[in-house]
């Protein structure tokens, strides 16, 4: 099992529609969450980071957290195609000194 | 103010020498974290610096090393370098200690590695 996975994609979403990517992680000492969106040929971009359960609201982007389940999600609503892109999900646990990526969800929004 | 920078941003190397990538930490963040991202397996932990202190170290030969100063600049080193090496190295920077876990991570442009 992989410490931290997430659908490969690519999901495809029309503009303006909200995208759920998802995420489930396998230490249940995972204390923080974070989610980053690489743009093809960059390096990756942190737009959320999530530490309690529930929902964190930041602009059109949600992230919710759900540490009985091990599952963490990020809603983008009223998609653009400028959110077109692979995000990746990380999780890091208290003093392990060591984020885990996921492989990353790819992306696309449709105008 | 500035970001996490990376030099060389490309870099063409034969197989079986040496590499140092070069990574300065935004300002005031202390930690630097090295990554190396493939197609086939995504973003892979390398090693984490603290104050000079190499706190946790990936899956990786042992080919693979680095160094923190004490400014938090950071470089890494691959030595007799393999075909498999070829990769996007990233660094990222982070403010904390990382004992709280709060460690939001930003992450310079990468340098990008191509044995041959």
């Known amino acids: 099992q992989k410490e931290v996975e997430q659908n490969s994609g690519p999901l495809s979403v029309p503009e303006g529609a909200i995208a759920s990517l998802n995420c489930t992680y396998s230490?249940?000492?995972?204390?923080?969450f974070f989610w980053y969106r690489q743009y093809s040929g960059k390096s990756p971009e942190l737009i959320m980071s999530?530490?309690?359960?529930g929902d964190k609201e930041d602009g059109r982007f949600t992230a919710q957290l759900n540490k009985a389940s091990q599952y963490v999600s990020l809603l983008i609503r009223d998609s653009q195609p400028s959110d077109s892109a692979t995000y990746l999900c990380?999780?890091?646990?208290?003093?392990?000194?060591?984020?885990?990526f996921g492989a990353g969800t790819r992306l696309f929004v449709k105008a | 103010k500035a970001g996490v920078t990376q030099t060389p941003r490309y870099l063409i190397k034969t197989r079986g020498q040496q590499v140092t990538l070069s990574c300065s930490p935004i300002?005031?963040?202390?930690?630097v974290s090295w990554y190396q991202q493939t197609p086939g397996q995504g973003l892979q932990f390398l090693f984490e610096y603290f104050s000079e202190t190499q706190r946790n170290k990936g899956n990786f030969p042992g080919r693979f090393s680095g160094r923190q100063f004490s400014n938090s600049r950071s470089e890494m080193n691959v030595s007799t370098l393999e075909l498999g090496d070829s990769a996007l190295y990233l660094c990222a920077s982070s403010w904390g200690t990382g004992t709280s876990g709060k460690n939001e991570q930003y992450f310079g442009p990468g340098t990008r590695l191509t044995v041959t």
């Open positions: 999530i530490y309690s359960n």
């Open positions: 300002s005031g963040h202390r930690s």
């Open positions: 230490d249940r000492v995972s204390q923080s």
């Open positions: 990380a999780v890091n646990r208290i003093g392990g000194f060591k984020t885990i």
